[in-house]
């Protein structure tokens, strides 16, 4: 059985209250049970992480070293710029995919860089908290293969 680690980054713990009309009206507890739901189809074992903090991130990616199978991520404004969570990333070769519930390409224009990107197996972007499951089917099967 394969295992994952969900990581969400700063401000998502604010999801449902936080600019509802980007990011919709689900907690981030309702995403993380829709994706324990999926569990015993999808025969994965999840754990999920969510910091404000950097270094916390951080911290929770390199635990993932020899211990977990991928990562689903969505680094939120981090994703812009940290060089340091890019570098995890890098460290741990652990497989991972992006994602971002918003479009952030349509949005303003420091949102349409991501530092992480060049190293993940895929990005979602745009298809609101639905993306989180697209990311785990994603990920399992890039593992598959
Ligand atoms: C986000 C997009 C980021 O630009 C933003 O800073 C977030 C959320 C998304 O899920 O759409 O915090 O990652």
Do not use: C, W
Not at 27 to 53: C, M, P, W, Y
Not at 118 to 144: D, F, K, M, N
Request: charged share 20%; net charge neutral; no cysteine.
């Amino acid at each position: 059985m394969k295992k994952v680690l969900v990581v969400n980054g700063p401000n998502l713990n604010m999801l449902g209250r936080r600019e509802p009309a980007i990011y919709g009206s689900d907690s981030l507890a309702t995403i993380e049970a829709r994706l324990k739901a999926l569990t015993g189809e999808l025969d994965v074992k999840l754990e999920f992480f969510q910091s404000n903090h950097e270094g916390a991130i951080i911290d929770a990616i390199h635990a993932t070293f020899s211990n977990h199978d991928g990562i689903v991520i969505n680094p939120g404004a981090f994703t812009h710029y940290s060089y340091a969570i890019r570098d995890a990333l890098a460290a741990v070769r652990v497989p991972f995919v992006e994602i971002h519930i918003s479009n952030v390409h349509a949005r303003e224009a420091f949102r349409h860089t991501s530092v992480l990107a060049a190293l993940a197996v895929g990005q979602i972007s745009g298809l609101g908290v639905y993306g989180y499951e697209l990311a785990l089917r994603g990920l399992l099967r890039s593992l598959e293969s």
